[in-house]
């Protein structure tokens, strides 16, 4: 029996999950050594919650797109739109990144939501390979 590029999608979704919690898990039992380190331990930290937290947020996203569009027609038209989306919203933050000479006001949420941004891309990425085969 043939599962469905939404049932595919479904079981890929929850692997990322998991794995997103463990990490995310992973990165809590570590916080007291980031807290006691350098600076940069901390930086660190925050960027890559940031860029879980954009995993989490790409998950749950296309979750809601599947129970939403359970026609496997419809469910890839809206996730495409989503994609197509996020994907340019990177690459916009990306390139400001890039000509960046000096850090701007507020950098810190700047930085946060690019790599909350590099984060929903990794999944995006990830579920393109199972929707645009």
Not at 36 to 45: A, C, T, V, Y
Not at 49 to 58: D, E, M, P, T, V
Not at 85 to 112: C, G, R, V, W
């Amino acid at each position: 029996m043939t599962q469905s590029i939404n049932e595919i999608v479904q079981l890929q979704l929850y692997d990322l999950f998991d794995d997103t919690k463990f990490k995310l898990s992973e990165l809590n039992q570590n916080k007291s050594l980031d807290i006691n380190g350098p600076d940069s331990k901390l930086i660190k930290r925050g960027l890559d919650i940031s860029y879980l937290q954009g995993q989490k947020k790409a998950i749950d996203a296309i979750n809601t797109i599947l129970k939403t569009y359970p026609d496997t027609q419809d469910f890839i038209s809206y996730y495409n739109q989503y994609a197509k989306n996020y994907i340019q919203e990177f690459e916009s933050s990306k390139t400001q990144f890039q000509n960046m000479i000096h850090p701007q006001d507020e950098f810190e949420l700047f930085l946060a939501n690019h790599y909350q941004l590099l984060g929903q891309k990794s999944i995006i990425n990830t579920i393109n390979t199972l929707v645009n085969n």
